[in-house]
């Protein structure tokens, strides 16, 4: 039985020293993922930004909002 607690004591402290330096890791690895998951979006708007298509259909969207607005939403 003592052999057993000697183990599983030897595995946790292990364990415990090991952790500090794989929480380490994770966050550069996070950062890294946030990193790529940002010029991935900047791709994708600055794409969109540029296509006439995409640009004309948003402006058409939009075109009437703000005179809406003024209007009380009446379409007058």
């Known amino acids: 039985m003592s052999t ?3 183990i599983s004591q030897f ?3 292990r ?3 090991q952790l500090p330096g794989r929480a380490r890791k994770q966050r550069g690895a996070s950062a890294l ?3 790529v ?3 991935a979006l900047i ?5 969109l930004a540029t ?7 948003l402006e058409g969207a939009f ?3 703000f005179s809406d607005a003024t209007d009380g939403g009446t379409g007058t």
């Open 43 to 47: 791709i994708i708007i600055g794409v």
């Open 33 to 35: 993922e946030y990193i």
């Open 4 to 6: 057993l607690t000697m």
């Open 63 to 65: 075109e009437g909002l």
């Open 15 to 17: 364990l415990y020293t």
């Open 37 to 39: 998951l940002a010029a």
């Open 11 to 13: 595995i946790f402290a």
């Open 51 to 57: 296509n006439d298509t995409v640009k004309d259909a």
